[in-house]
C-alpha cells in the first residue's frame, strides 16, 4: 500500500466520532470561557518582559566596570592620596656664611 | 474605547465564530497527537482558554488556524515535557487506549499498528512537519507558518520523516519508489 494512503488511514481523528462545538460539553466549556473577563495579558507580559531586561542590565554595567578596572594602563579610579607638603626647615645663617 | 460593552460584544462574536470554525480541528489535532485520551478536553480548553485571552493577537484567517494549532502544540509540550513520556503515550495509543466499538477494523490491521509505532519514533520536528500536512491536511505553506519555519525546511523536515517511514515499514510502502519533495511556489506539494 502506498504511504499516503496508508498515513491518511492511520489517523487517530479519523477513527473516533469528534464533540462538535454544539454539543453539550462544548457549549458548557464556551460559557465558562466567555464568563471571564478579558484578562489584562499585555500588561502581564511587559512585567515579564522586564525584570529579566533591567537584571540583565545591571550585570552587563557590572562586567563592563569591571573589566574596565583591570585593564593594565586604565587610569586608577581612586585618586592616591595627596602628600602633605611640609616647608622646608630654615636653613642656618651660619652655614650660609 | 476599550471596555465598552461594544467592545465586548465585537470580542465575544470573533471569539464565537473560531470557536465554531475550529472546535473540531482543535480537538482533532490533539486526538491526533495524543489519541482519543482524557486529556483531550483539557488540552482544547486550554487552547480556547488561551485564545480567548490573548484574541488580539490571534491573525485573521486563515492565520487563525494555524495560530490555534500553534498554541495546541505548546499546551501538549508543556504538558508531556519529557519525550519519553510522549513516545510512550504515542506507543500507548498503537497498543490498547482506543475506544475498540470505534476502532475495531482499524486495531485489527498490524500494518497501522506497525506504521504508529514507526510515526513515534521519527524526531519531534520531522514527525509534526508530516502529521501537520498528512493528518491535519495543510499544505507545505500553511504547515511552514504554524511551525514559524521555512516552506523548504518543512519539505526536508516531511521528506526526511517519510524516507525514514520507507525504511522501517520495508517495501510494502514504495520505499524503491523516488521521493521527490516538489514545493510549488503557492505551497502545495506534488510527488511526495
Known amino acids: 500500500m502506498d504511504l499516503d494512503t496508508m498515513l491518511a488511514g492511520a489517523a487517530p481523528a479519523r477513527q473516533v466520532s469528534l464533540d462538535g462545538p454544539d454539543s453539550p460539553a462544548a457549549v458548557s466549556l464556551y460559557r465558562r470561557i466567555t464568563a471571564q473577563p478579558p484578562a489584562a495579558a499585555p500588561a502581564r507580559r511587559r512585567g515579564r518582559f522586564a525584570v529579566p531586561a533591567l537584571t540583565a542590565a545591571a550585570v552587563a554595567g557590572a562586567s563592563a566596570t569591571v573589566a574596565l578596572a583591570l585593564i593594565p594602563g586604565s587610569p586608577p579610579r581612586i585618586p592616591a592620596p595627596r602628600r602633605i607638603l611640609t616647608p622646608p626647615p630654615p636653613r642656618s645663617s651660619a652655614r650660609r656664611r | ?192
Open chain 2, 1 to 192: 474605547m476599550a471596555g465598552t460593552d461594544e467592545d465586548r460584544d465585537q470580542r465575544e462574536l470573533r471569539f464565537h465564530r473560531l470557536y465554531q470554525a475550529y472546535f473540531r480541528p482543535v480537538q482533532a489535532y490533539a486526538v491526533n497527537r495524543l489519541g482519543p485520551v482524557d486529556d483531550v478536553a483539557d488540552i482544547v480548553a486550554e487552547v480556547f482558554m488561551t485564545a480567548w485571552r490573548r484574541l488580539a493577537d490571534i491573525p485573521p484567517p486563515p492565520g487563525d488556524r494555524f495560530w490555534l494549532y500553534g498554541t495546541a502544540r505548546r499546551v501538549i509540550s508543556r504538558r508531556y515535557r519529557s519525550a519519553s513520556r510522549l513516545r510512550s503515550l504515542l506507543g500507548r495509543l498503537a497498543a490498547e487506549q482506543r475506544p475498540k466499538e470505534q476502532l475495531l477494523a482499524w486495531a485489527q490491521d498490524p500494518a497501522q499498528e506497525r506504521l504508529l509505532a514507526a510515526i513515534g519514533e521519527l524526531r519531534p520536528a520531522d514527525r509534526e512537519a508530516l502529521l501537520l500536512v498528512h493528518w491535519e491536511q495543510l499544505t507545505y505553506a500553511e504547515a511552514a507558518q504554524t511551525l514559524g519555519c521555512s516552506v523548504n525546511a518543512l519539505g526536508i523536515r516531511v521528506h526526511k520523516a517519510k524516507a525514514r517511514l520507507r525504511k522501517v515499514l520495508g517495501t510494502e510502502t514504495g520505499g524503491d519508489r523516488p521521493c521527490p519533495a516538489v514545493i510549488k511556489p503557492n505551497g502545495v506539494t506534488d510527488g511526495s
